[in-house]
C-alpha cells in the first residue's frame, strides 16, 4: 500500500475555490507518474478537506447524496501527491497514485477509454 500524502492548504487557499450554486467544484484526477487523466467527479469543502488532511481522495456523490472515499469498497484506492485549483478556482486537479485496477466504475483503467472517432459500443 503506497503511503498517504496529506497537504496542508495555505492560509485562505481554500477560499479561493469557487463552488457552485449547489457547493460543489469538478476534480480531474491525474495520474501522478505518466499524467494519464483518471477521473473527474465533485467535491464539495468537506471533501476537499478531508482529501487533503487524509491523502485519500474523498468525494462527494450528488446521486447517493454522501461522501465517499475512492477505493473503500472497490479496492482501487487513490493516494493524493499534489493538488491544484486552476487560475478561477473552479476546477481542481490532484495527481494520484493509483492502486488497484484503475479509477473506473466500469473496470477500465481510466473513465476516458471511449474515443469519438471509434464505434461507439455500450457503456459497461
Same mark, same amino acid.
Given at each position: 500500500?503506497? =503511503? $498517504? $500524502?496529506?497537504? /496542508?492548504? +495555505?492560509?485562505? +487557499? !481554500?477560499?479561493? #475555490? +469557487? *463552488?457552485?450554486?449547489? %457547493?460543489? #467544484?469538478? +476534480?480531474? #484526477? ?7 487523466? !483518471?477521473?473527474? =467527479? ?8 478531508? $482529501? ?6 474523498? *468525494?462527494?456523490?450528488?446521486? &447517493? ?9 472497490? %479496492?482501487?484506492?487513490?493516494?493524493? &501527491? ?8 473552479? $476546477?481542481?486537479?490532484?495527481?494520484? /497514485?493509483q492502486e488497484g485496477r484503475g479509477a473506473c466504475h466500469t473496470g477500465e483503467y481510466s473513465c476516458f477509454f471511449r474515443s469519438f472517432d471509434e464505434p461507439v459500443s455500450p457503456?459497461?
Amino acid at each position: 500500500m503506497p =503511503a $498517504t $500524502t496529506p497537504i /496542508e492548504a +495555505a492560509p485562505g +487557499a !481554500l477560499d479561493e #475555490v +469557487a *463552488f457552485n450554486d449547489d %457547493g460543489l #467544484v469538478p +476534480a480531474i #484526477v491525474q495520474e501522478h507518474q505518466g499524467g494519464r487523466v !483518471l477521473m473527474m =467527479a465533485w467535491m464539495n469543502r468537506e471533501s476537499l478537506e478531508r $482529501t487533503l488532511e487524509t491523502g485519500r481522495t474523498w *468525494f462527494w456523490s450528488r446521486s &447517493r447524496q454522501e461522501y465517499w472515499c475512492k477505493g473503500e469498497t472497490s %479496492g482501487d484506492r487513490q493516494y493524493l &501527491r499534489e493538488a491544484y485549483y486552476d487560475c478561477d478556482g473552479d $476546477t481542481l486537479l490532484l495527481t494520484v /497514485e493509483q492502486e488497484g485496477r484503475g479509477a473506473c466504475h466500469t473496470g477500465e483503467y481510466s473513465c476516458f477509454f471511449r474515443s469519438f472517432d471509434e464505434p461507439v459500443s455500450p457503456a459497461r
